[in-house]
T-cell receptor
Framework: GNSVTQMEGPVTLSEEAFLTINCTYT??????LFWYVQYPGEGLQLLLK?????DKGSNKGFEATYRKETTSFHLEKGSVQVSDSAVYFC????????FGTGTRLQVTL | DAGVIQSPRHEVTEMGQEVTLRCKPI?????LFWYRQTMMRGLELLIY????????DSGMPEDRFSAKMPNASFSTLKIQPSEPRDSAVYFC????????????FGPGTRLTVT
């Protein structure tokens, strides 16, 4: 089956700092890759996705590139805001999504 | 669009009682997923349906758990009898179909078993 390794959180950053959340995966077959975000008290929402190697997914200033050779899908944002504070989940998908443990991001003023 | 609807939002029950969680997927979505989220285990897929048919229930923890989808607009997850270790947030999600499609999550049901 698939598996995901995400960096341990919490990640604490000051507003306008650069963000990287690492994600590596193992999968049978050729997965699509997703980042979901969970704001406090809510369900998960799709943040971005990439369906094939070298694709870059982007949304709301976040980006991630599908790196098949390193089986990675690292999430980046150039300048975080307080409103980005949430838990971020990396998830490869073949027949079904497999979620990582999530990385909590806390952005302070 | 109302999104995925789950009820109740919070449930507190005593050990040994039956618990039923309900989900209404987004209209027109053919796939439905039940997840459980805990601090210890993260987000786990319990079971998913496609066109009302269970496709994979390998994540259902044990026989105390059962799920049904009698029609395209309704699904239930039942725990009988409930135990304290079942305490978690249970999410329902739906997608257009199985494949490279976004899953839309409901707000979750927070279950506490005392």
């Amino acid at each position: 089956g698939n598996s995901v390794t995400q960096m341990e959180g919490p990640v604490t950053l000051s507003e306008e700092a650069f963000l990287t959340i690492n994600c590596t995966y193992t999968a049978t077959g050729y997965p699509s890759l997703f980042w979901y975000v969970q704001y406090p008290g809510e369900g998960l929402q799709l943040l971005l996705k990439a369906t094939k190697a070298d694709d870059k997914g982007s949304n709301k200033g976040f980006e991630a590139t599908y790196r098949k050779e390193t089986t990675s899908f690292h999430l980046e944002k150039g300048s975080v805001q307080v409103s980005d504070s949430a838990v971020y989940f990396c998830a490869p998908k073949t027949s079904k999504l497999t979620f990582g443990t999530g990385t909590r991001l806390q952005v302070t003023l | 669009d109302a999104g995925v609807i789950q009820s109740p939002r919070h449930e507190v029950t005593e050990m040994g009682q039956e618990v039923t969680l309900r989900c209404k997927p987004i209209s027109g979505h053919n796939s439905l997923f039940w997840y459980r989220q805990t601090m210890m285990r993260g987000l786990e897929l319990l079971i998913y349906f496609n066109n009302n048919v269970p496709i994979d229930d390998s994540g259902m923890p044990e026989d105390r758990f059962s799920a049904k989808m009698p029609n395209a607009s309704f699904s239930t997850l039942k725990i009988q009898p409930s135990e304290p270790r079942d305490s978690a947030v249970y999410f329902c999600a739906s997608s257009l179909t199985i494949g490279v499609y976004e899953q839309y999550f409901g707000p979750g049901t927070r279950l506490t078993v005392t």
